[in-house]
T-cell receptor
Framework: AQSVTQLGSHVSVSEGALVLLRCNYS??????LFWYVQYPNQGLQLLLK??????LVKGINGFEAEFKKSETSFHLTKPSAHMSDAAEYFCAVSEVRTGNQFYFGTGTSLTVIP | KAGVTQTPRYLIKTRGQQVTLSCSPISGHRSVSWYQQTPGQGLQFLFEYFSETQRNKGNFPGRFSGRQFSNSRSEMNVSTLELGDSALYLC????????????FGEGSRLTVL
């Protein structure tokens, strides 16, 4: 069965500093991987996704993630944090055989310090 | 293009009551999934409907049920509410082919007293 582990439930960075949110997954077949962001009292918004092809994926708002099969990781990065990046971030995995059933990590709350 | 619409946004119920939540997917999307989000358990998959048929089901008791109509709108129902059912219920729609991305609504926040 698939599962997702997000290391660090809370991450704090200074404005302008590098953002690194960690995600490891377990899957018996090549996974589809996603990062979503959730602002207070809102639903989830897709940041980026990996399906096949290039392992470095660029998303919205300057975020990117790299799929590393050997490490079963899909860490999210952004070179320079902005105050508006403060939110909850979720990593998710799905497999073709389970259709649209996504498995989400427990989330990482990002705080940006001015 | 209108996004996923969920109603109501907020509701308060008492133990033992039942509740029905509604979700209107993005036009053209045939798959609707429901997730329960709580601080302790995170996001948990409830079920997915595609073309009016339940295609996947998560590990929730039978008190949780859903359906999808011919226009792809979906409802979920929770009967005999328990305090632990207090949560944000998120609906997500997708085209339904393979594992395309999910588009989420803003959720229905249920409080059970």
């Amino acid at each position: 069965a698939q599962s997702v582990t997000q290391l660090g439930s809370h991450v704090s960075v200074s404005e302008g500093a590098l953002v690194l949110l960690r995600c490891n997954y377990s899957s018996s077949v090549p996974p589809y991987l996603f990062w979503y962001v959730q602002y207070p009292n809102q639903g989830l918004q897709l940041l980026l996704k990996y399906t096949t092809g290039a392992t470095l994926v660029k998303g919205i708002n300057g975020f990117e993630a790299e799929f590393k099969k050997s490490e079963t990781s899909f860490h999210l990065t952004k070179p320079s944090a902005h105050m508006s990046d403060a939110a909850e971030y979720f990593c998710a995995v799905s497999e073709v055989r389970t259709g649209n059933q996504f498995y989400f990590g427990t989330g990482t709350s990002l705080t940006v310090i001015p | 293009k209108a996004g996923v619409t969920q109603t109501p946004r907020y509701l308060i119920k008492t133990r033992g009551q039942q509740v029905t939540l509604s979700c209107s997917p993005i036009s053209g999307h045939r798959s609707v999934s429901w997730y329960q989000q709580t601080p302790g358990q995170g996001l948990q998959f409830l079920f997915e409907y595609f073309s009016e048929t339940q295609r996947n089901k998560g590990n929730f008791p039978g008190r949780f049920s859903g359906r999808q109509f011919s226009n792809s709108r979906s409802e979920m129902n929770v009967s005999t509410l328990e305090l632990g059912d207090s949560a944000l219920y998120l609906c997500a729609s997708s085209l339904g082919r393979g594992t395309g991305e999910l588009f989420f609504g803003e959720g229905s926040r249920l409080t059970v007293l």
